[in-house]
C-alpha cells in the first residue's frame, strides 16, 4: 500500500466534522505525521517561566491532520497501528496557572525543560525519567457540526492521554463521521496515568501509522491493544471510559471490557464481569482536560488465552 506524509503545516486547532481533509486514503496505507508539542510553538528549548505566564491556550494541542479515510462510515472501527514515534531530543512540562488537578492549591507558573534521549529524559540534574514516548491526542472527527475544542476528549478520542498509546500498540475509534477524518498531536516522551499537574513531558515528534477498517463494530468508546512488550502494562487489551463523571467513566470502561471478554471468548457477560473484577485494572489515564475524565480498564490478554 502508498505511504503519505503530512508536515506540520496541516496542523488544527478544533474538532470539526467538515475539516477538509489533509490527505484521502484508503484502508491499509501508512501515514507519516509531523507533530508540533503541546504549547503549538510557544515554547522552544530556551523557555523560561515568562513563557507559561503568556501562554495562548487558543493555540495548544494542535492536531496534524485531517485523514479521511475511503469506506470509512458511522458504526465502523478505525483500527490505528502505531508503528514508530520519532521524538525530538528536548520537551518541556508546566504547571499552568488555572489548570491541573491540584490548580487552587498550586498557582504559580513553573516550568522546566527536559533533554530527552532514547531511554532517558532528565528533567532536572540527576533526575532521569524512563522515556515512554505516545501519542496523547489522537481521535475523529464528531458527528456534532461546528468547532469543538480539542483539549477535552469524547467518544471519538482526541486528548485522552492514555500512556500506552505506544509504538506497537493499536488503537480503535468510533467513527461518527464518513471518511472518519483522523488526526493526532500532543506527542509525549514520559507521563504518568492521570498527568496530574496538567502536562507530561511535552514534546514534537514524527508518527508512523498505518490505518484499517473494522465495518461495523458498534464501538461506544475507544479501545486498545497494548504493545506485548509494553512498560508496566504488557500485552493487554484497553477499554475506554470517556466523561464529565468519573465513577460513570469507570463504569463505562468496564462495560466495555465485558463486552470484549465475551466478544473474544463468548463468556456470559456476568462470567466475565467476575474476571473484570479479578483481573482487570482500571486507571485514571486523564482527570485534568475538563469537562471530560478517562477511565481505561487493562486486562492482560495471556488470561484470554489460556496463559498462565
Known amino acids: 500500500m502508498p505511504s503519505f506524509h503530512l508536515p506540520r503545516s496541516t496542523a488544527h486547532f478544533t474538532w470539526n466534522r467538515d475539516q477538509v481533509p489533509a490527505v484521502v486514503v484508503d484502508p491499509g496505507a501508512t501515514v507519516s505525521l509531523e507533530?508540533?508539542?503541546?504549547?503549538?510553538?510557544?515554547?522552544?528549548?530556551?523557555?523560561?517561566?515568562?513563557?507559561?505566564?503568556?501562554?495562548?491556550?487558543?493555540?495548544?494541542?494542535p492536531v496534524t491532520g485531517p485523514v479521511y479515510v475511503r469506506g470509512a462510515e458511522p458504526g465502523d472501527a478505525l483500527i490505528v497501528e502505531i508503528l514508530s514515534i520519532d521524538l525530538d531530543n528536548w520537551g518541556w512540562t508546566a504547571?499552568?496557572?488555572g489548570f491541573g488537578l491540584l490548580a487552587d492549591v498550586y498557582r504559580q507558573p513553573h516550568l522546566r525543560i527536559s533533554q530527552v534521549g532514547?531511554?532517558?529524559?532528565?528533567?532536572?540534574?540527576?533526575?532521569?525519567?524512563?522515556?515512554?514516548?505516545?501519542?496523547?491526542?489522537?481521535?475523529?472527527?464528531p458527528a456534532e457540526a461546528g468547532d469543538h475544542p480539542i483539549v477535552p476528549p469524547g467518544p471519538q478520542g482526541g486528548n485522552m492521554d492514555i500512556r500506552h498509546v505506544t509504538p506497537g500498540a493499536t488503537l480503535y475509534l468510533p467513527v461518527a463521521v464518513e471518511g472518519a477524518l483522523l488526526s493526532l498531536g500532543?506527542?509525549?516522551?514520559?507521563?504518568?496515568d492521570g498527568e496530574v499537574c496538567g502536562t507530561a513531558i511535552e514534546t514534537s515528534s514524527e508518527v508512523t501509522l498505518r490505518v484499517h477498517l473494522q465495518k461495523q463494530?458498534?464501538?461506544?468508546?475507544?479501545?486498545?491493544?497494548?504493545?506485548?512488550?509494553?512498560?508496566?502494562?504488557?500485552?493487554?487489551?484497553?477499554?475506554?471510559?470517556?466523561?464529565?463523571?468519573l465513577c460513570q467513566a469507570a463504569r463505562d470502561a468496564t462495560q466495555g471490557m465485558i463486552e470484549e471478554i465475551g466478544?473474544?471468548?463468548g463468556l456470559d457477560p456476568l462470567d466475565a464481569y467476575l474476571l473484570a473484577s479479578v483481573a482487570g485494572d482500571l486507571?485514571?489515564?486523564?482527570?485534568?482536560?475538563?469537562?471530560?475524565?478517562?477511565?481505561?480498564?487493562?486486562?492482560?490478554?495471556?488470561?484470554?488465552?489460556?496463559g498462565a
Do not use: C
Open 35 to 61: 507533530v508540533a508539542n503541546a504549547s503549538g510553538g510557544q515554547f522552544d528549548r530556551d523557555a523560561t517561566v515568562a513563557a507559561v505566564a503568556a501562554l495562548d491556550f487558543s493555540r495548544v494541542n
Open 95 to 97: 504547571n499552568i496557572p
Open 118 to 141: 532514547e531511554r532517558r529524559a532528565e528533567m532536572l540534574p540527576g533526575l532521569r525519567i524512563p522515556v515512554v514516548p505516545f501519542v496523547g491526542t489522537i481521535g475523529l472527527a
Open 186 to 192: 500532543d506527542t509525549h516522551a514520559a507521563q504518568g
Open 217 to 245: 463494530r458498534g464501538l461506544r468508546y475507544p479501545m486498545l491493544e497494548t504493545h506485548p512488550m509494553s512498560l508496566r502494562s504488557g500485552h493487554a487489551i484497553a477499554t475506554s471510559g470517556i466523561g464529565p463523571d
Open 263 to 265: 466478544r473474544r471468548t
Open 283 to 306: 486507571k485514571i489515564s486523564e482527570i485534568v482536560d475538563q469537562p471530560n475524565w478517562v477511565v481505561s480498564m487493562h486486562l492482560d490478554l495471556d488470561i484470554l488465552a489460556g
